[in-house]
């Protein structure tokens, strides 16, 4: 058996706030509170903030969206995301930075996406300069969740869209509604930066030709079975292989895969039918620009993957977690960085992305947005 390290559940129960009807001195000065919440143990869950942004299309027409406090929704019995899987999302985070600005990162790149996601399940676009406006006014809307700077928590943000009016023929919906919220969270995996342990899965991820490469939901759906499989059987998480000849690495259910050369190159799984990571993306700039170090994304076979020195899964929830040991049916590929840290190369880009994002580290041009 392994020691389970499992992505962290909705233990958000005991984010008690601490609340006082009294008007504190900060108030008073009009200075924005904090949510006195324990940003330490936070774990990746929901905790309902303050305010979403809401936005209907109707009649071929996205209406302007509101703020609103409303964490409910409600529909038709029929919505075509409750019958058909009409549905899209996008995952980021907002960060307080060592000079306490609020910032997000390569949101661009998030909105790009979500219009790529959109297209592919026929769904309406909803306007990349209004979607960054949107994440912008709902991350200002809920200042006081986003944790303090050096917490290890951030605010994570979740953009989506949904067919919402009735089908009952196999068709798209004719209107949709658009939202972001937010929730403060800790690390995706329990034990933080502790190395997984994968599973090599016997279930596929995506076909080829599917929908493998874009944020809807239902490639989640179809991955519960698989990861509830895995953690039974003490595993951390999934790698998928390609569903076509199943020898080449894909990704897990929520993040890419990144692997160390024993010489030192950061390799990376190029695929039609994995998600195009903003995180991996960046990463490989990372390692090219600020590391000096060789880069390459080709398909990789799981064969040569006993041959690397270090891999990583990387994402918005993940940022880059250590991988130390990948399980293929018995046998075991335990990488040489070891059980009980990252390697030393999966360190340095995990510390060099993590300045970028806190504003420790100059970042390349546009990749930071500035909140407030
Ligand atoms: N792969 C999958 C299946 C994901 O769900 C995610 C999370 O968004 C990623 C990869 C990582 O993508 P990103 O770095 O853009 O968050
Ligand atoms: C993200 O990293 O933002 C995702 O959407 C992955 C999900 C497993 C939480």
Redesign the pocket.
């Known amino acids: 058996m392994y020691n389970i390290v499992t992505c962290n559940g909705e233990g958000t129960e005991s984010l008690q706030e601490e609340t006082t009807e009294e008007m504190t001195e900060g108030e008073e000065l009009g200075i924005m509170e904090k949510k006195n919440l324990d940003w330490a143990n936070i774990g990746f869950g929901y905790h309902e903030t303050d305010k979403r942004f809401v936005a209907n299309y109707k009649n071929g027409a996205w209406d302007d969206g509101a703020l609103t406090e409303d964490a409910n929704i409600v529909m038709n019995e029929c919505a075509g995301v409750l019958q058909y899987a009409q549905t899209c999302?996008e995952?980021?985070k907002a960060y307080t930075t060592e000079d306490g600005r609020i910032v997000t990162f390569r949101p661009d790149l998030n909105a790009q996406r979500m219009e790529d996601s959109c297209k592919r399940l026929e769904m309406p676009v909803f306007p990349q300069d209004r979607f960054i406006q949107a994440v912008t006014d709902v991350v200002a809307a809920n200042e006081a969740y986003v944790p303090p700077y050096g917490s290890g928590a951030t605010l994570?943000i979740r953009p989506y869209m949904f067919g919402i009016s009735p089908v009952i023929g196999v068709r798209p919906a004719e209107e949709y509604q658009f939202r972001v919220f937010t929730t403060p969270v800790g690390p995706?995996f329990k034990g933080g930066v502790k190395p997984l342990t994968i599973k090599v899965s016997d279930f596929d991820r995506a076909a080829p030709h599917g929908t493998g490469h874009i944020?809807a939901g239902l490639n989640?759906a179809m991955s519960l079975h698989a990861i509830m499989t895995a953690h039974a059987e003490g595993f951390d998480e999934n790698m998928y292989l390609d569903a076509g000849s199943r020898t080449y690495v894909e990704e897990t259910?929520?993040?890419n895969f990144l692997f160390v050369t024993k010489d030192n190159k950061v390799i990376t799984p190029k695929s039609d039918s994995i998600l195009p990571s903003i995180t991996r993306r960046s990463l490989m700039t990372v390692a090219k620009d600020y590391l000096g170090l060789e880069v390459e994304e080709r398909p990789i076979a799981l064969e040569e993957v006993k041959d690397f020195a270090e891999c990583g899964l990387c994402?918005?929830?993940?940022v880059i977690s250590p991988v130390g040991k990948i399980v293929d049916h018995g046998k075991e590929i335990a990488f040489p960085s070891g059980m009980s840290e990252m390697g030393p190369v999966t360190k340095k880009l995990y510390d060099t992305l993590t300045g970028i994002q806190m504003g420790r580290i100059d970042a390349p041009e546009g990749w930071i947005h500035v909140i407030k």
Do not use: H, Q
């Not at 994402?315 to 993940?318: D, Q, S």
């Open positions: 999302f995952g980021m994570y995706y944020k989640y259910g929520g993040a994402g918005t929830a993940a």
